[in-house]
């Protein structure tokens, strides 16, 4: 197992994420405890120390299941991450049961990596309005107490929200958990915010190194092109390469619902292969070509916002249609980024007038594109 200094602590390259635990008869809400427990021991047999957990995963059962499955084993011999569940605003506020309650679940006296969790346009001024809520300030008195270990926070916003938390609590803040894989290095500006993170001395830990499952197999012609740069090498191979060969990673964390996809994993990060700046240069055109092989062509170029009558920010909007067709079944991520939007600026407040069309370089039908966004956002 390839390991990677924090603190002066030894962490497992690549980590164990417990939001796609196997589960029984298909049910997401109930993970199998045996199957969790027979995964859980090859994992630290073979060097895997870092486990990842959310309050929400999997209806709330994956707390207990992994505490269960780790409270075999020594407490120096792995370090438990868990978050604060942000996504839900009304959580805000309840910082202390909640906390309360995931230390009761997971079987411990003390979480060694704690994060704000998803922090997004939807819950940012409620993460900013400490004064109010008192969410940071308490995370904060619990690391100072020794029941957090170390704090951080993960980020699914854009770039600008990004900035917005760091500027208020980066010189607080330890770690950042980060969607970063060779198809978000441009479109979701992974690649900004990792140049930020390390400008600032923050560890980074990886999310969706697979995108979902979206990087797990190529297409003829992607494979011919890197088979050309290293014969025979899998899809999911190259991906955890990718992350591996990147600045400031401390982990990677991948939700494997299999024995089977735990053993892969380990393979792979046994070794360090670390890409070059060719084989990296490949594998980001072909995410480009993944990430813009549906949507619309938006260079941002904002040629449009100032002739829209109702002055909506239609690079946002695109960017966020083009991020809801980036997988096959829809994500969150454009959910929650127009859930924290004014009705009046979101796509179904278009009034169709085309005057953005007209200077668009692209000659995206954005009037279309808006109303097929809406449409399909149930607005």
């Known amino acids: 197992m390839i390991y990677n200094d924090f603190h002066g602590i030894k962490l497992s390259a690549l980590g164990f994420g417990a939001m796609r635990l196997p589960v029984i008869d298909g049910d997401d809400t109930r993970p199998d405890p045996d199957q969790v427990a027979q995964m859980v021991d090859y994992a630290l047999a073979h060097g895997v120390n870092y486990f990842d957990t959310a309050w929400g995963y999997h209806g709330g059962h994956s707390e207990e299941v992994l505490g269960a499955a780790l409270a075999r084993h020594p407490r120096a011999s792995f370090y438990l991450a868990s978050k604060f569940p942000g996504y839900d605003v009304s959580n805000f506020g309840k910082h202390e049961a909640i906390f309360e309650e995931q230390l009761k679940r997971a079987q411990v006296d003390h979480f060694d990596f704690y994060l704000l969790h998803n922090v997004c346009e939807l819950n940012i001024d409620r993460y900013l309005d400490d004064a109010t809520f008192g969410t940071v300030s308490y995370f904060l008195a619990q690391r100072a107490a020794g029941r957090i270990k170390h704090l951080g926070f993960s980020v699914h916003g854009n770039f600008d929200t990004f900035l917005r938390f760091m500027n208020a609590y980066g010189d607080q803040m330890e770690f950042c958990q980060v969607q970063l894989n ?4 441009d479109f979701q500006k992974a690649k900004d915010k990792v140049a930020y993170l390390n400008e600032r001395g ?13 990087l797990v197999k190529f297409t003829d012609d992607e494979r011919r092109a890197l088979d050309a740069l290293h014969p025979g090498r899998s899809a999911v191979d190259w991906a955890f390469r990718y992350v591996q060969s990147t600045p400031g990673v401390i982990t990677t964390l991948s939700g494997m619902s299999s024995l089977d996809q735990l053993k892969e994993n380990v393979e792979i990060f046994s070794n360090d292969e670390p890409l070059s700046p060719e084989e990296r240069a490949a594998l980001e055109k072909i995410g480009y070509a993944k990430a813009h092989a549906k949507g619309v062509p938006c260079t941002a170029c904002h040629y449009c916002t100032s002739h829209c009558p109702l002055e909506l920010d ?12 980036s997988k096959e079944s829809g994500n969150f991520i454009a959910a929650m980024a127009l859930n924290s939007m004014p009705e009046g600026k979101r796509p179904s407040a278009c009034i169709a007038c085309g005057s ?15 109303a097929e966004f809406a449409e399909m956002m149930g607005e």
């Open 202 to 214: 923050l560890g980074i830990v990886v999310m969706e190194p697979l995108r979902g499952g979206n």
């Open 314 to 325: 239609i690079p946002r909007l695109l960017e966020l249609y083009n991020e809801q067709l």
């Open 182 to 185: 060779y198809e978000d290095w």
């Open 356 to 370: 953005c069309e007209v200077v668009c370089p692209q000659q995206i039908d954005i009037p279309d594109t808006l």
